[in-house]
């Protein structure tokens, strides 16, 4: 491997990319803590869409007029941008969705109706945000599979020396499982646990939500069987997702939403299915949207997944004491290095929602709630957390208003 | 500290949370009814014991935010000697007009979720109407 210097990222000068920063809330510049519900956008992902729209937009797949055929290539490069991103070995792997929630839900329905029954069991983890766990309780109920959750220590990180007892009493058939959580930040050990599931006899579906927008994402390292990503965590627009299958199975599942360009031929008496990854996009697409995801992929690539992974690891080694030692405040979750730049606390007689409140009116918008993830609430023992999360735009001063904004709760709630 | 932040959590706002009135449980009490904001996770029981029509006593327990449980305290002490017909048709309006704060529609969802509670607590009481506005609402709430 050739050596090359560490790039090192700049986020003062990709800060200068986001509109959105010029602006002040309250009074005060914009510190925008809450990336891991949705990031902002650079200029270039807006310009990317704009430019779609004024000089190449379309409807797809149909017209055998220069537009159509211009936004055909504009939608599906984007596709290929995808497949690059995650390393997938195909673009037919490569499905869009409206975000990792219809993702997920796709592979629920498609797959699990025509492969789960009684004496099956889906297996989740506790950490799971909502949308990689009710669509698996839900089917599982509906094909009375039996449903479980692999359990979280007080730290926030997989118990994992359950998981021999979880095999040895049960027929695991599907593993779906959160490669980073958006409530604590805990990156998981996806790849052994893909692994294991794998020596069960079972699938592994990764939700890679948390996860793509701030490391490198590899399908085929992995080794997973599905996995899904949404482009509005990491800069793109918001309506565009991608679900990565493996091939053999994406080709034996029935389709899950059906209409118009996802058909090969249809007549009164039946229908056959497009190839893929068409089987799997019904209707009239999000074209715009998948051409900004493009962009987004194309800045994020630039900016560099390593570079950007190091940055938030510095950004949390500095975050991460100067709130631990605010009197009053409680962290939650692993260490710096088992985690991405995702903070949640609890400030001591101070619900989440009042912290929110008065940080906002400092200008610093952090997430107040249950994060789509009340069984890890539950595990807890909070109602709610509140929760700042780092991107590629975010400075330490940032940090150091969050930690002043703190003082003044403790302050106001004295 | 900005003007607004100081009217949110205006010193009576702070007193309420902190010091709750009628806070705590009615052993044998008549109805009780509990609710939660699936929002943020506010989460209130009122207890209610009667004397014939009015309301003779009533406390609450919950968890929050400031705002959800000092206008839950606030509404014991609005509500305590009515009737049950009289909070049944009580105006939301009055209940704010108390709390006194701007809030935005998120905001008002904490500020109104011990009212609703209560008036579902006198509905299974007394049979008193859950007006229109609450349909929706009562659906989130649990009933017990």
Redesign the interface.
């Known amino acids: 491997m050739a050596v090359t210097a560490e790039k090192k990222l700049d986020a003062r000068k990709l800060r200068a990319d986001f509109p959105i920063f010029k602006q002040e809330i309250h009074g005060h510049p914009l510190a925008y803590l809450d990336s891991a519900a949705s990031s902002q956008k650079p200029r270039q992902v807006l310009d990317a869409m704009t430019e779609l729209y004024e000089t190449s937009y379309a409807n797809i797949h149909r017209g055998v007029y220069d537009l159509g055929e211009r936004a055909t290539e504009a939608y599906e490069g984007a596709r290929e941008k995808a497949r690059a991103f995650i390393n997938a070995d195909s673009t037919r792997e490569v499905v869009f969705t409206r975000n990792v929630t219809a993702a997920l839900n796709l592979v629920a329905y498609a797959w699990g109706v025509d492969n789960l029954g009684p004496g099956d069991v889906v297996l989740v983890t506790e950490m799971e945000h909502h949308s990689n766990f009710v669509p698996w309780q839900f089917i599982a109920k509906r094909t009375g599979a039996e449903f479980a959750a692999i359990p979280v220590d007080g730290d926030g990180e997989l118990q994992l020396d359950q998981l021999d007892t979880l095999a040895a009493s049960c027929r695991i058939k599907v593993l779906a499982c959160t490669y980073v959580s958006n409530s604590l930040g805990t990156i998981n050990p996806v790849g052994s646990l893909i692994q294991w599931a794998h020596e069960q006899g079972a699938i592994a579906v990764v939700d890679a939500a948390q996860a793509a927008p701030h490391r490198g994402v590899d399908v085929q390292a992995l080794g997973c069987d599905f996995l899904g990503f949404t482009g509005h965590k990491m800069c793109g627009p918001t309506g565009i997702g991608v679900l990565w299958g493996r091939r053999e199975l994406l080709e034996r599942m029935s389709p899950f939403e059906l209409g118009g360009h996802m058909i090969r031929k249809v007549t009164l008496e039946e229908t056959t299915w497009n190839e893929l990854p068409h089987k799997f996009e019904a209707g009239t697409a999000a074209i715009a949207e998948a051409v900004g995801l493009g962009a987004a992929i194309d800045y994020v690539t630039e900016v560099g997944v390593d570079a950007l992974e190091r940055y938030e690891h510095e950004l949390l080694d500095y975050a991460l004491p100067r709130l631990d030692e605010i009197p009053g405040v409680r962290l939650f979750g692993p260490p710096t290095d088992r985690r991405a730049g995702i903070v949640s606390f609890e400030v001591d007689g101070v619900h989440p929602h009042d912290v929110a409140q008065i940080l906002d009116w400092e200008g610093v918008a952090v997430r107040a709630g249950h994060h789509c993830n009340q069984p890890l609430m539950h595990r807890l023992g909070v109602p709610a957390t509140t929760r700042a999360s780092f991107y590629l735009y975010t400075v330490p001063e940032e940090v150091d208003r969050l930690v002043a904004g703190l003082h003044k709760v403790r302050k106001t709630f004295a | 500290?900005?003007n607004?932040?100081d009217n949110?959590?205006r010193e009576v706002i702070?007193d309420h949370y902190k010091n709750p009135r009628g806070h705590g449980v009615i052993e044998d009490a008549d109805v009780e009814a509990e609710g939660m904001n699936p929002?943020?996770?506010?989460?209130v029981s009122i207890f209610v014991s009667f004397d014939g029509d009015k309301i003779d006593d009533v406390k609450f327990r919950g968890?929050?935010?400031?705002?959800s449980q000092a206008a839950t305290s606030m509404l014991m002490e609005m509500v305590k000697g009515r009737t049950a017909q009289e909070v049944a048709s009580l105006d939301r309006e009055e209940l704010l007009e108390e709390v006194g704060i701007p809030l935005t529609p998120i905001?008002l969802k904490?500020a109104l979720l011990g009212l609703g509670v209560l008036k579902l607590a006198l509905h299974k009481g007394k049979g008193t109407p859950l007006p229109d506005e609450w349909a929706g609402l009562a659906e989130d709430l649990e009933l017990r």
Not at chain 2, 39 to 43: I, S, V
């Open positions: 500290m900005s607004e932040l949110l959590y702070l929002l943020c996770g506010d989460e968890r929050g935010c400031a705002i905001r904490c």
